[in-house]
Nanobody
Framework: QVQLVESGGGLVQAGGSLRLSCTTS????????RAWFRQAPGKEREFVGC?????????EYGDSVKGRFTISRDNTKNTMYLQMNSLKPEDTAVYFC??????????????????WGQGTQVTVSS
């Protein structure tokens, strides 16, 4: 079992920044790929970004956040971060981190992940 805990959400004005954290525990060797998704009210869960934990330079991002959001990590703390800059009201959502196996073709789909955090709310005011 892999456990994930997110933190760092909150309320911010448009144009501002937030940094989310996702700390992983348990069978972390199974958490080969880790990702951020988000879900706004009434919408499907949307891919934000992902990283292959065992390889540097493998970050990928969804089109709606590319150039504004950045994934980083601290291996010593088993923690993944999501730095969100130039936030827009449409970024308002519950943000989830997820962990899964190495299935490359499912890396941008919720189906590629079998462990999820509880989510953290991000609200961007206009």
């Amino acid at each position: 079992q892999v456990q994930l805990v997110e933190s760092g959400g909150g309320l911010v004005q448009a144009g501002g920044s937030l940094r989310l954290s996702c700390t992983t525990s348990g069978r972390t060797l199974n958490a080969l790929r880790r990702a951020w998704f988000r879900q706004a009210p009434g919408k499907e869960r949307e891919f934000v970004g992902c990283i292959n934990w065992n390889f540097a330079g493998t970050e990928e991002y969804g089109d709606s956040v590319k150039g504004r959001f950045t994934i980083s990590r601290d291996n010593t703390k088993n923690t993944m971060y999501l730095q969100m800059n130039s936030l827009k009201p449409e970024d308002t959502a519950v943000y989830f981190c997820a962990a899964g196996g190495p299935n490359y073709y499912a890396r941008k789909s919720t189906a590629g992940y079998d462990s999820w955090g509880q989510g953290t709310q991000v609200t961007v005011s206009s």
